[in-house]
């Protein structure tokens, strides 16, 4: 049973609310219109029952903003009633292109800004709500997930302060580590995977891209992202390879110890197009070191699918490798924000994720099922296999 059906046989369990945070306005714009589209073609023989009240809208996002004073404190407020929603909260701490003012200095939004922005919005509605979902497709310090040496451990910190203030569930996308959630065994927590459309954005971009042994193979970069690699491999029917990488464990640049080598694991690529399959692109270092030695050992063509395209080195290295021959496509999610300059590239390619998140939000509204939501496998299989026909 599709998830349209299964919505068209429950209850909601509240009436919808959606706050999206300026940090991500544009892509809560574009859930709430899909949301709408979803609801206008459902539910039409009890549409008028008391049951559905407030069912259908033109508009489920709630007005509210969160100010700064000139001292650089803030405060989140909503200009409308939430009482009794199921409130869904959408954030992402890594847009960097938002400022304010402190003491008549301008400043750029760090991830920590957000995130007290996020606290401030929960504050406004905790005890109002019927319950809070919050969607952080970035998990806020997820790179921090576990300790090394004596260090912080950021990332399960703010998932307790966020169960602390009532926070029912959890949503994100990709999670580095997603064991990070036994911080908060007994709330929700879900992570999702963009595969299907990374497969959806590579057909409509790579046209003559043949999915099978002779022709393509799959990639982890590094030993963190075997479990996807594994997992897009076996969908698709093709091998696998794998980059380990040697660190200087000596130094800390950055925040990291320094990448030495990579090397790799895996059978021959020459001749074969290559799917590097991660996470992020942060600097994109490893990325494009990977990209240069699949080309070095004569793979045909280097793409790389990643779900946050942060860039905080700018595009001119991507740009180089594009022009160079090393680097064929980069396809990244618009779940985090991404530079003006970044849909300009030849080489960029976009996979919207504001359907899929729509699905998510009014399944969960509805208390359904989400496990054929959260592991694609068979929308996958039924997108290779119609193509397949298609090129009959």
Do not use: W
Not at 22 to 35: A, F, Q, T
Not at 127 to 135: E, F, L, Q, S
């Amino acid at each position: 049973m599709s998830n349209i059906e299964l919505l068209e046989k429950t209850l909601p369990v509240a009436p919808l609310k959606l706050v999206a945070m300026e940090s991500c306005i544009e892509l809560g714009r574009k859930v709430n219109d899909h949301i709408v589209s979803f609801r206008k073609n459902t539910i039409n023989e009890v549409s008028e029952s008391p049951l559905y009240v407030n069912y259908r809208s033109n508009n489920y996002l709630v007005d509210c903003c969160c100010p700064r004073f000139g001292s650089g404190e803030g405060k989140g407020i909503l200009r409308e009633t939430i009482r009794g929603t199921d409130l869904f909260i959408m954030t992402d701490v890594c847009n960097h292109s938002l400022t304010y003012t402190v003491n008549g200095h301008e400043n750029h939004m760090s991830p920590d800004d957000h995130f007290q922005d996020l606290k401030r919005i929960i504050s406004a509605a905790t005890g109002k709500a019927h319950r809070i979902t919050v969607i952080m497709p970035f998990l806020y310090e997820s790179r921090q997930h576990k300790r090394t040496r004596r260090e912080s451990l950021d990332c399960a910190l703010a998932l307790e302060e966020l169960a602390s203030m009532g926070i029912t569930n959890i949503i994100t996308f990709d999670a580095h580590d997603p064991r990070v959630q036994n911080a908060i065994p007994l709330n929700g927590f879900d992570s999702f995977n963009p595969l299907y459309q990374f497969m959806k954005a590579l057909f409509r971009e790579v046209p003559d891209l043949k999915v099978d042994k002779e022709h393509l193979m799959v990639i982890s970069p590094d030993e963190g992202a075997m479990h996807r690699a594994v997992y897009f491999s076996n969908i698709l029917g093709v091998d696998m390879g794998m980059f380990y990488k040697r660190r200087d464990y000596s130094k800390i640049v950055n925040g990291k110890n320094p990448i030495v080598a990579h090397e790799f694991l895996g059978d021959d690529v020459e001749g074969k197009d290559v799917i590097i399959i991660d996470d992020m692109i942060s600097s994109g270092e490893s990325m494009l070191d990977v990209a240069k030695q699949l080309k070095d050992r004569k793979a045909k063509r280097v793409i790389a699918c990643t779900t946050f395209g942060l860039f905080t080195d700018g595009f001119q290295k991507f740009d180089e490798y594009y022009q160079n021959g090393y680097l064929s496509k980069v396809i990244t999610t618009n779940l985090t924000y991404l530079p003006p300059e970044a849909r300009e590239k030849p080489y960029f390619i976009t996979a919207d994720l504001s359907k899929y998140l729509a699905i998510i939000i009014d399944s969960l509204n509805h208390d359904t099922a989400i496990g054929t939501v959260m592991t694609p496998t068979d929308k996958i299989h039924a997108l290779l296999e119609k193509r397949m026909q298609a090129n009959l």
